[in-house]
């Protein structure tokens, strides 16, 4: 008898759980048994103890990005990274300029950065991807100019997966003076990072997203040449005077952990992420009118993000109870708007309502991908039996060209 | 996402979903919502020469609470004349569904596809000047 266990989880670019090393490590830091101490205090036993398994978690951190260890700024996760990067480069520049560059495709917390910085008075240019998700070179190049501070560009694309040629953008913004950031909170034990390679200045991170709590992240700020940002939280001037605050062992011992799992275990991880992808994709692949999101080469492993045509998300979410994933369905978020991504790729509006994100990760098995392949077939062909949009398109009728009684 | 039982029953048990012969004379066909918008839904009633619904069929594109706020209108239009049915207001559909105020706009559509069926029957007998809620260009 099968041992899967539902609902299965298919949406670890959403967030993963805490891998049990992790979770151990974190204990060891929580009660009067364990290391306590505050890291900051500098004159007694528990405040050395704690400080030491900071800083070795530091030297985690910076060894998977290819980093020195002081290079690392603690925050409390890739969202107030995004705050401080961004924010903190375009205060700091704001004499030599106050037009900062990036994509649409980004993060909200990257966007809506940018969108309070246009209140301030700075102006922001959103480019388009191009088709497949990634940066379109000539655009870029021309929307760079003499006053432009901050490029951001994420490095994995949390929706569909893609892949942006981060050292090719670095270069670019090497030679202008211009301070390079990229969110990179989706990379870490998918592919590698090595800073100098790619060229970056700031660089955003979390935990959670790679095995380790919520609620803690950093920001790699390059020395050489030397990066500064102007803190966001202000305090006891903790991490260099970046980022004030007590710094929370247990939580850091954590990401720290969770970072050197990555290192080590990303390459076979990653064959094998591979493999159960692919298979996911072959259970779908003699459907009718359905397609993938995004460039398939340029692209992490474990993401698939698909659409079904005339089947519309939420609804195919709700048939696939079984499986959690998540949707570009416009039902599925707050606002009544389909996925921004998918549109800024070009994806129809049917299209991004039409589409699902299974992301897999280190958990994942052979059995909860076919499980999860026979459940949403199954809801599919359901769903296109109550399409009156899949009776159109049997009968050969056009959609494009029928007026639609919108209300 | 919480939905409320009764829309887990008709997403689950949809009732009278199909078709009904548009080009019978008796059958009223109403489709509103636009692919763009995530919510297409077809509504059809059969109405008998006493002015009765006798039959009714639907077809969604949409979310969990759009599908089953037009099953509960086939469900609600049988047995009933075209003016009873007129009657029914978008909060009548909400209300016995329990809908959350981000999913009232599917009732809204609901009630926009009985309109439409009812005014595509009724141009078909020569009642009423009205046109057909969908100019489809086949």
Redesign the interface.
């Known amino acids: 008898m099968s041992s899967l266990s539902v609902p299965i989880y298919m949406d670890y670019s959403s967030t993963t759980p805490v891998d049990e090393r992790v979770a151990e490590k974190m204990m060891t830091c929580l009660t009067r048994q364990g290391d306590f101490g505050n890291p900051s205090s500098r004159s007694h036993p528990f405040g050395w103890a704690a400080d030491e398994l900071v800083e070795e978690a530091r030297k985690n951190v910076a060894e998977l990005l290819g980093a020195d260890p002081r290079e690392i700024v603690w925050t409390s996760g890739a969202t107030e990274s995004d705050n401080l990067a961004i924010k903190g480069a375009a205060h700091f520049n704001v004499r030599r300029g106050k037009h900062i560059v990036t994509l649409k495709t980004e993060h909200k917390a990257v966007l809506d950065t940018c969108r309070q910085l246009e209140k301030e008075g700075f102006e922001v240019t959103y480019l388009d991807p191009l088709a497949d998700g990634l940066l379109d070179f000539d655009a870029f190049e021309k929307a760079l100019r003499d006053d432009t501070t901050v490029v951001s560009i994420m490095h994995v694309n949390n929706e569909i997966g893609v892949i942006q040629d981060i050292p090719r953008i670095g270069r670019m913004c090497r030679e202008r003076g211009i301070v390079f950031h990229v969110d990179a909170a989706q990379s870490p034990g998918k592919i590698a990072i090595d800073v100098d390679e790619m060229n970056v200045d700031l660089m955003s991170l979390c935990a959670h997203k790679v095995y380790g709590p919520k609620g803690i992240g950093a920001l790699y700020v390059r020395r050489k040449p030397r990066v500064r940002v102007e803190a966001q939280i202000h305090g006891g001037g903790h991490e260099r005077g970046m980022r004030s605050g007590t710094l929370a062992t247990h939580q850091i011992v954590g990401m720290g952990e969770a970072f050197r799992i990555a290192r080590d275990e990303m390459a076979s991880e990653n064959v094998r992420l591979r493999m159960l992808r692919d298979r996911l994709i072959e259970g779908f692949s003699d459907m009718e009118e359905i397609f993938i999101n995004g460039d398939m080469d340029q692209r992490i492993a474990g993401n698939l993000n698909i659409s079904f045509n005339f089947v519309e998300g939420e609804s195919l979410i709700m048939s696939m109870k079984d499986i959690a994933v998540s949707s570009g369905s416009a039902c599925t978020s707050a606002s009544l708007e389909p996925s921004y991504v998918l549109r800024a790729l070009g994806r129809s509006d049917e299209l991004a309502h039409s589409s699902i994100r299974f992301t897999i990760g280190r958990y994942t098995t052979e059995e909860e991908i076919d499980f999860t392949i026979r459940q949403t077939r199954a809801a599919v062909e359901k769903l296109r039996d109550l399409s009156p949009l899949w009776d159109m398109h049997k009968e050969g009728i056009d959609l494009d060209s029928v007026q639609w009684a919108a209300h | 996402?919480a939905?409320s039982d009764k829309v887990l029953d008709h997403?689950e048990n949809?009732r009278n979903?199909g078709?009904l012969d548009k080009d019978d004379p008796n059958v009223g066909t109403g489709?509103?919502?636009?692919?763009?918008?995530?919510?297409?839904?077809?509504l059809q009633i059969k109405v008998n020469d006493a002015g009765i619904i006798e039959d009714a069929k639907f077809?969604?594109?949409?979310?969990?609470s759009?599908?089953a706020s037009s099953s509960l209108v086939t469900e609600m239009v049988k047995g009933k004349t075209l003016d009873e049915v007129a009657a029914i207001r978008n909060k009548d559909i909400a209300g016995e569904l329990a809908l959350p105020p981000?999913k009232i706009?599917c009732s809204?559509?609901a009630e926009?596809a009985i309109a439409?069926a009812i005014a595509d029957i009724r141009a078909k007998r020569g009642e009423t000047a009205a046109e057909p809620?969908?100019?489809?260009?086949?």
Do not use: E, N
Not at chain 2, 133 to 138: E, G, L, M, Q, Y
């Open positions: 996402m939905y997403y949809p979903v078709v489709m509103v919502g636009a692919p763009a918008c995530g919510d297409v839904m077809r077809k969604t594109y949409g979310c969990g759009a599908i981000v706009h809204v559509l926009d439409a809620a969908v100019a489809a260009a086949s």
